[in-house]
């Protein structure tokens, strides 16, 4: 059973979120976000003045605070962050000799009295003298900010301090005996001393600890203050930061000067990350942003009885689960494995339309039928190797596994061979049960085989088998190969695309480049690799979900690199040479084969590529199997429009000819007067198929196909 992925909530996703984790953790209730993005720009004045509005005394604050913001960011980002410490140091330094602004602001008649003159007292002196208010300072020491003037020097506490009282009225009283304090001349009286003053119109500023606090707490009483004045009521006063300091923050100041403080804070993302949307085709389609998916989603999953409509669900089975969200995500967001679990819930609710699906279950029935499925052992229960190839690498050549497992034999005669699927059309559906029997099968031959190491070509069925049977050793075909065949390359320059399902295995990635290079090919990386790998479109088979989607993001993929594609993803290559991309597998050059690109093999190919595969296997090995025929396909004409029209919509040949057969049979087809072409019409599992065609000398010319899931109703040509 495949482990249970962890996620993170959607909910945690910072786009377009109004605060960020450096403001919610800062002592000063800074808007970081808004002071580097004003740095971003140059606009240093105007990020100065931000700062020093909210910290009040810059050049003391950048200094005495312990910078939770910094760790924060790091931890955010992922990376090593941005040093918010020095940035506002480096405002502070350089603007230092700025005048504060002048806000002209009138006396309101209002005396206020602070007692002490630490940062508490100085804070809200400043705040009380820049509304307005005639505010007289008592220190009992000699020198102002005694706590500053002893830690940082008297000089900046003039310049740092008093320099921010130069447009308000502000009287300053030192030496002065606090005891003796004319309460009544004052209408209100700020105790920022931690001594008794005794009088009804005395406030105490709460405790606190550290001199970053002590500031905010100047903030604080005097907005608790003011509140008062202006409305009557004395509101709540607000907490302080949890941890502060009482000596200044240990570590160096990192000195900038203006193009490296612009440099460093363009490393801020403003916490408004769009890395996913702007790179998965999917969230593009959806056009809104991960909270607005999280809320469709759940709407989707918590509908009432009487509601059948569930918007959400083409973004949930539209998820190629490539991964790459994750990758980019600073929080780790895995938005594959939150759809993928809702997919699984709507499955077990019966709600996924069948049609998304159906055309894959049934090619997972055939390849695990005894037209495709073979197991061979040419030492029964003593096999070294198991050679597990995929179900899709013998559709798209059966050269891939035939000449695969000759280079297997050669080194290890004992290997074993097991032709089947991995069960991904099943684990995608989001059936659990399914996908456990499907493994489970897999398991009992493995365990028949004598638990050898299994070797797979196909990255998808080598994660996947990694997941879901993790007591066997799972390696790559290229782990096992020494050195390509010689061979004349198709192209000299190549840019190796690397399958989503390969993100997390950079010895895989690196094998398949050695051996490109091998072959002589010189390599450039294309737009997106290794672990930041896209899907080429195939993932979860979201083809019938959202068609348009498939298409662009396949268009996307391939203006990734200008150069031909090396892959090694059969699916991969098959998606990228139908639109037309120069593109070569790797087994192309490892076997020396394809130096001319190949067709596409249409849908109906693909299947008689795995019979005749099977078929060859027995004969050549002679090996004790039997193998039911494949259906009977008649000799139907049409030009190659009509083909690729039947493989875009997923229809066989053998189903047209089902359709045909049974309305020749029973002669159940209308006939247009005008050209005489019959119309005919079969209901074969959950779709229906419709063919225009007319009878030909031992076979049958047909002009136009197509398909629907509309049921006819008291249909008589039904086909289960």
Known sequence: MEKKRETVPLTECIHGSKTTPCNSVCPFELNVRDVLAKMKKGSFIAAFNMYRETVLFPEIACRICPA???PKCKETLETDGVDIRALECFLADNFKDKDPINYGVPDNGIKVAVAGSGLAGMAAALKFAQSGYSVTVFEEDCCLCPEISKLLGEEIVQRGVLGQFKFVKCEVKTCFDLSSLPV??????I?????????????????????????QAGKNIFRQLDWLVKTGNLRDIEALYADGLADLPEGEEISLDKPSARAMAALCTGCDCSRCMEACEMLKDFGNDIIDLNRAVGVTMNLFEHVDTREGTRQISGCTDCGL???????????????????????????????YHDYWLRDYAFAESDSAFLYYEPAPGKSEYLFFPGCQTGASDPRYVTMSYELLLREHPDCA??????????????????TEKAHEEIKEYWEKAGRPVIVTVCPSCYKILKESLREAQIVMLYELVKEPSAAQLPFEKASVFDPCSSRYEPQLQSKVREFAKKAGLSLEESLYAGKESQCCSFGQQVYNVNRNMVEKQVKERMKDSELPYVVYCTN???????????????????????????????LQERRTNRYMLKKELIEKYSINAKQSSLPSVLDLRFD??????MDDDLILSEDISDLIRLAEESSLYLVDSENGHRI???YKGIMTYWAEYLPEEDGYRVFNIYSHRVNIKNDTSKMQ
């Open 572 to 602: 991969c290559r098959d998606i990228f040479a139908s639109r037309g991309k120069e593109v070569r597998h790797i087994l192309d050059l490892i076997l020396g084969i394809n130096k001319e690109e190949r067709p596409v093999p249409t």
């Open 417 to 434: 061979l097991l032709l089947g699927c991995c069960g991904a059309p099943v684990k995608w559906t989001g059936d659990d049960e399914g």
């Open 680 to 682: 005919a019409h079969l």
């Open 640 to 645: 190659d429009k009509l083909q690729k029209k």
């Open 68 to 70: 939770p913001c910094g």
């Open 325 to 355: 969200c994750k990758e980019l995500c600073p929080k780790g967001i895995d938005i594959g494995a939150f759809l993928l679990d809702a997919k699984k819930q709507l499955y077990r609710q019966g709600v996924i339309p069948h049609a």
């Open 191 to 215: 105790n920022a001393s931690g001594k008794t003053i005794q009088g009804d119109n005395v406030h105490a500023v709460q405790p606190y600890s550290g001199l970053v606090n002590g500031i």
């Open 184 to 189: 009544s001349d004052f209408d209100h009286v």
